[in-house]
Nanobody, 120 residues
C-alpha cells in the first residue's frame, strides 16, 4: 500500500521556521523524484521545491528561493522541507508528491497534506 504521510506543520510567527517531513512507504522511494506543493485558500496548488531521485539536485519556486531547502534520505524513505524566514504568504496546506516517469509511463503519489499557518 502506497503511503506518503506529511508532518511538521503548525502555527508560527512571521520570521520563524518549520521543518516538514514526508514519510514514504509501499513503493521504491529512491526511484521517485519528490516535490513539495502548497495550496493556499482560494488558490491553485503550486510547486514549491523539487529534488531528484539521488538528491544531487533540487529546484525551487522563486518565492521561496533562499528561504526553503528540500532534502531527502533514501535510506529512511524520507523527504524534508526546511522553511526559514517564513512569511504570511507561505500559509497553506503543504503536500508531498512522488513522481516516476519511464518512456510513456508515469506514476504520481500524493500525501494528505499538513497545514502551515504563518501569522503576521
Amino acid at each position: 500500500q502506497v503511503q506518503l504521510v506529511e508532518s511538521g506543520g503548525g502555527l508560527v510567527q512571521a520570521g520563524g521556521s518549520l521543518r516538514l517531513s514526508c514519510a514514504a512507504s509501499g513503493f521504491t522511494f529512491s526511484s521517485f523524484a519528490m516535490t513539495w506543493f502548497r495550496q493556499a485558500p482560494g488558490k491553485e496548488r503550486e510547486s514549491v521545491a523539487s529534488i531528484i531521485r539521488t538528491g544531487a539536485s533540487s529546484s525551487y519556486a522563486d518565492s521561496v528561493k533562499g528561504r526553503f531547502t528540500i532534502t531527502r534520505d533514501n535510506h529512511k524513505n524520507m523527504v524534508y522541507l526546511q522553511m526559514n524566514v517564513l512569511k504570511p504568504e507561505d500559509t497553506g496546506v503543504y503536500y508531498c508528491k512522488a513522481t516516476r516517469t519511464w518512456g510513456a509511463g508515469r506514476s504520481d503519489y500524493w500525501g494528505q497534506g499538513t497545514q502551515v499557518t504563518v501569522s503576521s
